[in-house]
Each structure stands twice: as C-alpha cells, then as structure tokens.
C-alpha cells in the first residue's frame, strides 16, 4: 500500500531519534581496563556530558581473569546491544579479550559472530550481576529496518 509508506519512514526515523535519545548515556569512547585501574576516580565522559564512573572491585575483578596485555586491549564499558522486540542480546566484540571474560562468567565457550556474542536474558543477569558499571547498554535500531 503506497500510502503507508511515508508513514512507515516517519515512524521509523521518530523512532531513531528516540534511539538516540536512550542511548545519550554511552561514552564518547571508551577507555582500557589497565587505564582504568590507573586513574584515581575510574570514569569515561557520556554523549549526554554526565560522567560514567566505575568501580573499582568490578575493575579488579576483570584484571584477575587476563593477563596485562587483554587488559590493555579490552575496553570499558563493554557494550551490551539490545534490539526492540529481540529476546536475545549481543555483547559487541572487537576481539578475543572479551570473548575471553565473557566466556568466564557465563563458565561456558561463547563464539562470537560477525563482531558480537549473542546471549540470552538469563546469561544477561550472570554478566551484569557482577559488571554493573562495566557494562552498559546499547539500544539499537537494526530490527526497524
């Protein structure tokens, strides 16, 4: 129906903006686990201008499942992708680091594919239970398309 076309592009781009406005709280960039642990008041500055502070037990915790090279490697926060509708999230992988940890904490081989490891709402709650502030969320637009 030609008609709901415009309407069905208007949603969707009211839709995107709404996206961007949940996701205001992500970082400008993110920054490695061993900067992190050298910084006196562990942080990242958001999108929005807030400060994202991390705690340092969580940070400490991360350090004692990799060696010092992962830990220059991995970033923070570790960036948990949700899609509107999806029972399933993808933690975003930029490499073996956070397979790594994340394979730790769920105490199962995870494999990531096409730059993410998908997990499932149960496995959320065993990640972000001891990741409060080194994980955060990304609310993502790609089932509108």
């Known amino acids: 129906m030609p008609s709901e ?6 949603l969707q ?3 995107r903006g709404e996206l961007r406005v949940l996701n205001a709280h992500l970082p400008c960039e993110q920054k490695t686990l ?3 642990l050298g910084e006196e008041y562990p942080n990242v500055v958001c999108n929005d201008g807030s ?7 969580e940070l400490e915790y991360l350090a004692s499942m990799i060696d010092t090279d992962e830990q220059e490697a991995l970033l923070l926060p570790i960036l948990i992708e949700v899609n509107p509708g ?4 993808v933690i975003i992988c930029r490499g073996e680091v956070e397979e790594k940890v994340i394979s730790k904490i769920l105490d199962m081989p995870v494999t990531p594919k096409q730059g993410g490891i998908m ?3 149960p496995q959320l709650a ?3 239970k001891p990741l409060k502030t080194t994980t955060q969320y990304l609310f993502s637009p790609k089932s509108l398309d």
């Open 5 to 10: 076309l415009p309407y069905q592009r208007m």
């Open 13 to 15: 781009e009211c839709l």
């Open 34 to 36: 061993s900067d992190l």
């Open 51 to 57: 400060t994202h502070l991390f705690k340092r037990k």
């Open 86 to 89: 999806q029972g399933e999230m």
């Open 119 to 121: 997990i499932y709402k």
């Open 126 to 128: 065993l990640i972000r």
